[in-house]
């Protein structure tokens, strides 16, 4: 009895913690040991936002407002250490939303990453819509890395997946503006929280903060659909998108998530 009730104890304490998910409130220092941002097109207004720009869940709160005519973004990240430990990321960004007569921000409406607890403070932190996704990077012999983001558990079914291949070509300036000055600023609408899944907290209020990217490295990358039919997006999980340019940027060093401010609902 007692071998039994010790044997429950410890099932209890082992499943409870095991799953329990740790608080990290703001700021995060992250260290980026790679990552990747290509460009995209700007939107002439929301009603082209492509499908699979947002989880249905969140696409409410995220597509209404005025974008700007400005480039988006897609981004890949792979932290080696985060307050949450280390994870991955795939970012879309379609562009840049009015907030008001003086202020906008860039808005990101569609997240992956690769850990219960990013998705957890990641919504609770900054507002930033983030979902659950299995990532895997694969290196090939001539130096170009897969990177696929599937549904957690459906590798067969992957939302995105695309080849990055180094280039001699020259960087795009639009990104090496992005990841300057007060370009990186973010404007998030608040959002429900998930009625099936706890990680998928929502938040009342929106908030505002300024990314501070210091990279160490820059070269240039080419991306290309792996997808049937060289799609990079499944047109579902992530948008069937292509970059403006194929070239973007690898990069590596440290990205800052500030303490944001709460501003008022639009
Ligand atoms: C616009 O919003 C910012 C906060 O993001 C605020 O500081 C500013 O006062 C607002 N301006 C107007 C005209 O409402
Ligand atoms: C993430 O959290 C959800 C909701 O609690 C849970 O169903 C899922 O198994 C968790 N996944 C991992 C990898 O911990």
Known sequence: MLLHYLLGLFLHIFLCCADSIPVAPAPWDL???????????PLVSTAFLPPGFANPLEAPELRPGIILPDIGLIIITRYSAAPVGPYDELIYIPGRWAYNLTDSGLRITQIYVSTNASVSNGRTNWNIPEHLADFDFTTSADGSTTVTVSPPGDASNPHFKARLSPTTAPIPIQINTAF?????????????????????????????LL???????????????????????????????QPLLPVGARLSGTLVFPVPSIVPNM
């Open 211 to 241: 990314l501070n990217v210091q990279t160490d490295t820059l070269a240039a990358t080419i991306i290309s659909g792996a997808l049937p039919g060289g799609k990079i997006g499944n047109g579902i999980g992530f948008p069937d998108i």
């Open 31 to 41: 260290q980026v040991s790679e990552g990747y941002a290509f460009v995209l097109a």
């Open 180 to 208: 300057t000055g007060d370009y990186l600023t973010l404007i998030q609408p608040s959002f429900a929280a998930s009625a099936t899944n706890s990680v998928e907290v929502g938040t009342d209020t929106w908030k505002q």
